[in-house]
């Protein structure tokens, strides 16, 4: 779960580091629409993911042996309906956070709202940091 967090984490200081750089005129912008966007889209897709890897990992071992990185919940006694309600709390407010992201940025891909959609990352990041945060305290 602490992918999640360091591919989080990627996100946020990349729009934060664009916000005090951001492009102010058409070669930046062009070049940033290549480079930057790229880039970000790549750590926001990783996010999506690991989201879904983690998912995964849950359900197929419902009932089983549960990997490494989950077994610690077993050996704590935490009930395990409790993590699924995290994880789907945590898909949930990704799937939101990632459409709110998508709105902002636009849906022209050649002149998308770069600035835009970074400002709503580092606005709406401290929710999804504290899902993460959620799942990370209670289930490490």
Avoid: C
């Amino acid at each position: 779960m602490e992918l999640l967090k360091e591919s989080s984490d990627s996100f946020l200081l990349s729009s934060r580091n664009y916000q005090q750089n951001a492009a102010r005129d058409y070669d930046s912008y062009n070049r940033d629409v290549k480079v930057f966007l790229k880039d970000l889209e790549a750590d926001i897709d990783s996010f999506s993911k690991r989201i879904v890897r983690l998912e995964n990992k849950f359900k197929a071992h419902v009932g089983f042996a549960l990997p490494d990185s989950l077994s610690k919940i077993a050996d704590q006694d935490k009930d395990m309906h409790t993590l699924d309600q995290a994880i789907t709390m945590a898909q949930t407010d990704w799937g939101t956070f990632k459409l709110g992201y998508e709105e902002k940025l636009g849906h022209d891909e050649k002149e998308p709202r770069i600035e835009w959609g970074t400002d709503f990352i580092v606005e709406n990041h401290p929710e999804l940091e504290k899902t993460i945060n959620y799942m990370t305290k209670e289930y490490s």
